[in-house]
């Protein structure tokens, strides 16, 4: 009996000895409306213009140019660029032309920034999207049909998915890659959907692609820049 309590104790001890890094934070704006102005057709149609032909207003930074990328998709969107001084830095979100260079905030190019701007980590940040959903790894999401229909359910042309390191990782917590949804369709019935990205620049079907080539514990999250979902699943390519 003693040695079952002391189990029991330990286990309840390692639980919380687990940082809640990546698993705590998901969130919904109670206003449906929340980023109406946000065009997904806009966004998409920059992602596919500028998905291996770089736009050359902006900079671009090799192998490390993904969330740059995505800033530019929302931005298009009409996602407002946010420049104040005043503001925490995660609060910010901007890319300028300051010659001879380019000021912007880590927010616009840092993949973990942008998620402290546009949702949160673990409950700290901004959450400026719609709805923000942690998905528990890659592998449960590629193999778990339940898990990977809600995914396909919620997102839309013109949302975000970021990647997050697992537990495996000395970087546990820490968000690397961001990736634009382009659209979803269903060929032969099978639900699919479709990314554009930057660093390692071009397509990508998110369940048979990134998620396998993701280390299975990798963290998925969701970034749902507002509500309104329809009709643009149609959209080629």
């Not at 698993?23 to 449906?32: H, Q």
């Not at 420049?83 to 925490?88: C, G, I, L, T």
């Not at 993949?111 to 402290?116: E, G, Q």
């Not at 514990?217 to 509500?227: G, H, M, P, V």
Request: glycine share 4%; with cysteine.
């Amino acid at each position: 009996m003693k040695n079952i309590l002391f189990l029991l104790l330990l286990s309840v001890a390692l639980l919380l000895m687990i940082p809640s890094t990546v698993f705590a934070g998901d969130y919904t704006c109670p206003d449906v409306n929340k980023n109406d102005s946000y065009q997904r057709i806009l966004a998409i149609n920059y992602a596919a213009e500028h998905v291996t032909t770089h736009n050359l207003v902006y900079p671009y930074y090799n192998n490390a140019n993904c969330t740059n990328y995505v800033s530019q998709c929302l931005n298009s969107g009409g996602m407002p660029q946010i420049n104040n001084a005043s503001y925490p830095a995660t609060r910010q979100w901007y890319m300028r032309r300051k010659l001879p260079s380019w000021n912007h905030s880590n927010t616009w190019t840092v993949a973990h920034d942008f998620r402290y701007h546009w949702a949160n980590v673990n409950n700290t940040g901004w959450n400026r999207c719609y709805q923000y959903k942690i998905y528990s790894s890659a592998y449960n999401l590629r193999t778990s049909n339940t898990l990977w229909n809600d995914l396909y359910d919620r997102c839309s042309g013109g949302d975000v998915i970021q990647y997050v390191y697992g537990p495996s990782s000395a970087q546990y917590g820490r968000t690397y890659h961001s990736q634009l949804v382009h659209r979803r369709s269903l060929p032969n019935s099978s639900k699919k959907i479709s990314m554009a990205q930057n660093s390692n620049d071009g397509w990508r079907n998110l369940r048979t692609q990134s998620l396998v080539s993701s280390a299975n514990d990798t963290i998925i999250c969701l970034i749902r820049i507002k509500a309104v979902q329809r009709p643009i699943d149609t959209i080629n390519p």
